[in-house]
């Protein structure tokens, strides 16, 4: 887990395991008040409070292949380490939001790395699942949103190869835009 | 050629190519695709699941194999990640472990291709310490 996209792409598992529908990814990116924050929420199934006390401990996990479950931990570690916190709220049946916050300029905070790869591959790999992913840089935002592009995919998958290609090349255009100032 | 940036971008280049070649269309049954499963829970991620899956669809549409690669959740064998459930039209699915890129193109060269069994299975009454 070298970057936050990994991160991100760990922590979405949990709300497809917990049958969500729409996971929304949000990226905020401010520089001046240096820092970053990622919120990821989902409708899925949610968690009690007693199960939210202990989501931290890597002894806990709710699947029933392996006793461990090291997602959230390392993600704690990981924006502990860079003066960050992470922060889960959680309703049972009705959402659940993971909020994680790192000091943009920590020498110990991971690169975004390969986001647009990411949300394409979580995307394609959940034809499904809704997504949105609302990505801002400061004052600059970028929305990408699965319902309008299905829209406009009509008939075809949007895991075709093809199409994730265009998907990739779509993000990254206006990302691009997002660090200009 | 221009670069895609806008939805209307996006709708114009997919009836470009709609007219050229066939793109995937929803109504297909899966049944008759080669369908892979990723695993990527966090050990998967970790050991570099992401890659092999990129590498596996990069490849797969070079080669003209027609496939569906998603993902699955944590298999069980996390001391074998990354691994990959392939499914071939017909047959039982196998399961394979330590897939870098290297296996993952020996997985689509012989056994996707030719049907040829590779090493690196996982048998499907592999049995774990918490079986017993």
């Known amino acids: 887990m070298n970057t936050i996209s990994m991160h991100i792409l760990d922590i979405v598992q949990n709300s497809i395991r917990a049958k969500a529908t729409l996971i929304e990814i949000s990226i905020h990116e401010n520089r001046v008040k240096n820092y970053i924050e990622i919120v990821i929420k989902d409708n899925g199934e949610g968690m009690d409070t007693e199960l939210l006390n202990h989501v931290t401990d890597p002894y806990t996990t709710t699947r029933t292949t392996r006793k461990v479950g090291m997602g959230i931990p390392l993600l704690k570690h990981s924006a502990g380490q860079a003066n960050g916190y992470l922060k889960i709220y959680s309703e049972k049946g009705v959402e659940t939001s993971v909020q994680v916050t790192f000091q943009y300029d920590h020498i110990d905070r991971p690169p975004l790395g390969d986001i647009s790869g990411t949300i394409v591959l979580l995307v394609a790999a959940n034809p499904d699942i809704d997504f949105k992913y609302i990505h801002e840089v400061n004052d600059n935002k970028y929305e990408f949103n699965t319902c309008e592009v299905k829209g406009i995919l009509e008939n075809v998958r949007i895991n075709d190869p093809k199409i994730r290609g265009m998907l990739k090349e779509m993000i990254n255009e206006n990302l691009s835009e997002l660090y200009v100032i | ?132």
């Open chain 2, 1 to 132: 050629m221009t670069k895609i940036k806008t939805l209307a971008d996006l709708k114009k280049m997919k009836e470009e190519l709609q007219t050229k070649v066939d793109l995937r269309e929803k109504g297909d049954s899966a049944e008759n695709y080669v369908q892979i499963k990723v695993g990527m829970a966090t050990s998967g991620i970790a050991s570099g699941a992401k890659q092999v899956m990129d590498f596996l669809i990069e490849a797969l549409e070079k080669r003209n194999i027609e496939a569906v690669v998603t993902q699955t959740g944590d298999m069980g064998y996390c001391f074998a990640e990354p691994t990959i459930e392939v499914k071939k039209p017909g047959e039982e699915p196998i399961v394979f472990g330590y897939v870098d890129m290297k296996k993952a193109d020996e997985i689509i060269e012989k056994y996707i291709k030719l049907g040829e069994l590779v090493d690196g299975i996982i048998p499907v009454n592999y049995q774990v310490i918490d079986d017993k």
